[in-house]
């Protein structure tokens, strides 16, 4: 079975950048669209970007749009969040999780990393 | 497009039926799926497609529904279902969450 490992949150100023790295064991990393969600303390799940096995799509919320970039190194096994102008409201947990994609169409995120902490605070 | 799930919480015991609906604002097909979330944990896939099952999920959860109404339904709830439950849509993006049911023991 697949793992996801995150890493890279912190404690962060407002306005200051911060990226997070989500490394999957195994050799199916490549054949994965992969996700950010995030989690504000005590609230729900919130998507936050996407981007497609071979890079080629790539969607954001409306609430990062513009600040964050999704990208991914295959060769490493590795996805990442570049996260720029953090705002205290970017403040949760961030998840990675990989969903299968195909002609046929999409199966659900099914395997999630155990998450990685952001704090943006003065 | 904007997920309402209902109700917010409720209170269960084990081995009641139990049922929580996701409504979506406007027509998703079957591009649903539902996760349960437990305190500290990553969410956990239990269903895609509005009604398959994920490999290694318990019979007796169940989704139904098209278009904009949906339902998750646990047939026989156990202890280890006390969870948080969410839908979410991929129709198109962004994707959206509802805003999730904790189901809470009586």
């Known amino acids: 079975q697949e793992q996801l490992v995150e890493s890279g949150g912190g404690v962060v100023q407002p306005g200051r950048s911060l990226r997070l790295s989500c490394v999957a064991s195994g050799s199916t990393f490549t054949f994965y669209a992969m996700h950010w969600v995030r989690q504000a303390p005590g609230k729900g799940l919130e998507w936050v970007a996407v981007i497609s096995f071979d890079e080629r799509s790539k969607f954001y919320a409306d609430s990062v749009k513009g600040r964050f970039t999704v990208s991914r190194d295959n060769s490493k096994n590795t996805l990442y969040l570049q996260m720029n102008s953090l705002r205290p409201e970017d403040t949760a947990v961030y998840y990675c999780a990989r969903e299968k994609a195909t002609i046929a169409g999409y199966y659900g995120m099914d395997v999630w990393g155990q998450g990685t902490t952001v704090t943006v605070s003065s | 497009i904007r997920m309402t799930q209902s109700p917010s919480s409720f209170s269960a015991s084990t081995g009641d039926r139990v049922t929580i609906t996701c409504r979506a604002s406007?027509?998703?097909?079957?591009?649903l799926a539902w996760y349960q979330q437990k305190p500290g944990e990553a969410p956990k896939l239990l269903i895609y497609?509005?009604?398959t099952l994920q490999s290694g999920v318990p019979s007796r959860f169940s989704g139904s529904g098209s278009g904009t109404d949906f339902t998750l339904t646990i047939s026989r709830l156990q202890s280890d279902d006390f969870a948080t439950y969410y839908c979410?849509?991929?129709?198109?993006?962004?994707?959206?969450f509802g805003q999730g049911t904790k189901v809470e023991t009586k």
């Open positions: 979410q849509q991929y129709s198109n993006y962004p994707r959206t």
């Open positions: 497609a509005a009604s």
């Open positions: 406007q027509a998703i097909s079957s591009y």
